[in-house]
């Protein structure tokens, strides 16, 4: 069983405010591997990192929904400290647009010896693609609607199928010797003249779900992404549906569609700034059980 947890490093919308920082969020997998990804990376992101516990150095990818400043300008100073840290490995960095990623890391003077792989998510496809893939689990992204070129990302584990003893039994499968780790590899195997498949004699244990919805209005593409998810960090700028939303989403929007996809835990960020304390986004919440606001360095484990 994986173990995911999500650290929301910050929390404001455009510009920051004395108690909450920019976007960015960590997520840390772990199950026989350790997976550390970063989900933009504004400004003040490294040391939120390493206040979350986590060691730059350990970063495996990063992911950027989309190129306004609150979202990618902590990037240079990030990929400069992984530098100075003598970081050899390369750092993939994933963005709707690899040129200003290109044209952002070269303007300092930095003496780094590891590559960047600077990769494009597509922005033509409506579904989601599958952009990046580890054992166990994917990454896909999807496109936003913000005005600019902009992205979700989506992180799908893979489906577990576990042997059911009783139904084993009934299709003559003798719970001994190598044969139940011999039909979890080849996925059939022959036991006395009989042809046995694993999906005959498991159960479906379903792979966890965490989509960041980055800055968008509420879109069809989150929603397809977000339909029985696990968990889903979405923007929520604004408080009221009568707010005009500049491209962005609201509360009772965000309550909506996680009802309408079944989402079983919300995370709200990105914040306006002329909401000062979470507290007041935090009396708006009409799903309490299922909707929470997040904080700087709000975590949850999965
Ligand atoms: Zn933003």
Redesign the pocket.
């Known amino acids: 069983m994986s173990r995911i947890t999500v650290t929301i490093l910050g929390t404001t919308?455009?510009a920051p405010t004395p108690d909450r920082g920019h976007?960015g969020v960590l997520i840390v997998r772990e199950d026989a591997h350790r997976s550390i990804l970063l989900l933009d990376c504004g400004e003040g992101a490294q040391r939120q990192v390493m206040r979350a516990g986590v060691n730059l150095f350990d970063i495996d990818a990063v992911f950027i929904t989309h190129l306004?400043g609150?979202?990618c300008l902590g990037l240079p100073g990030m990929v400069d400290t992984m530098g100075f840290d003598g970081r050899t490995r390369p750092l993939a960095v994933y963005s709707p647009e690899p040129r200003r990623i290109s044209k952002l890391l070269g303007a300092a003077r930095s003496h780094r010896k590891f590559a960047i792989l600077n990769r494009p998510v597509p922005l033509w496809r409506k579904t989601p693609v599958k952009i990046y893939s580890r054992k166990g689990f994917s990454i896909l992204s999807a496109p936003v609607s913000h005005g600019i070129p902009a992205v979700a990302y989506c992180l799908k584990e893979e489906e577990k199928l576990n042997i059911d003893p009783e139904k084993a039994a009934l299709a003559g499968l003798p719970d001994e010797g190598n044969l139940y780790q011999e039909l979890k590899e080849r996925r059939v195997v022959r036991n006395r003249g009989r042809m046995i498949r694993l999906g005959d004699v498991s159960r479906v244990i379903p792979g966890k779900i965490v989509v960041y919805s980055g800055?968008t209005e509420i879109c069809s593409s989150v929603k397809t992404l977000s339909a029985g998810a696990d968990l889903l960090v979405h923007d929520c700028t604004y408080l009221g549906d009568a707010e005009r939303s500049y491209k962005h989403a609201s509360l009772p929007q965000v309550e909506l569609l996680a009802e309408e996809c079944g989402v079983k835990k919300v995370i709200l960020t990105?914040y306006s700034r002329k909401y000062a304390d979470v507290d007041i986004v935090r009396r708006g919440i009409t799903m309490p059980d299922r909707v929470q606001a997040a904080t700087d360095l709000f975590s949850i484990t999965l």
């Open positions: 919308a455009g976007s306004h609150d979202h800055d990105h």
